[in-house]
């Protein structure tokens, strides 16, 4: 695996150092988006070296280059960052707990297309967020 990530990295013309090899290949083993934070306690738990001001360079490379994804969910006030995949994902957040939760399928692409028959305009993008209290969370929680 470590030679596909390393050619995916040249082909962005970036330079293929350890610290960017383990980071690609942990986020692409990810079925969530992931905090710099988080993404620095799983990276140090294998690795001593890496130190979270690397983390961050390292993930503003692969943002520049379109290799991973940037977005601010709306759970809290941190960026969340995933690896740029094929098909465009939704998730379910819980506002108790702040578990994401990756959707299966896009609820949204065929009433995207009506928008934009209806309207004219020419769609380039989309978010949705689905936000609930999951059931470990609802055991404490009461609604009013």
């Known amino acids: 695996m470590n030679s596909d990530i390393k050619e995916i990295l040249k082909s962005k013309g970036i330079k293929a150092t350890r610290q960017r090899i383990y980071l690609y290949e942990l986020l692409k083993k990810q079925e969530k988006p992931l905090t710099a934070e988080d993404i620095y306690l799983l990276a140090k738990k294998e690795i001593d070296y890496f130190n979270l001001s690397t983390v961050y360079r390292v993930l503003d490379i692969f943002v520049k280059n379109n290799l991973i994804i940037k977005s601010k969910l709306d759970i809290d006030e941190k960026f969340?960052?995933?690896?740029?995949r094929d098909k465009h994902r939704h998730y379910l957040l819980c506002i108790s707990c702040n578990q994401i939760i990756p959707l299966s399928?896009?609820?949204i692409e065929k009433y995207e297309e009506q928008i934009a028959r209806e309207t004219g305009y020419s769609i380039v993008d989309h978010n949705l967020e689905i936000k609930g209290i999951c059931p470990n969370c609802q055991k404490g929680y009461q609604t009013h």
């Open 105 to 107: 399928d896009c609820p």
């Open 80 to 84: 969340y960052f995933e690896i740029t």
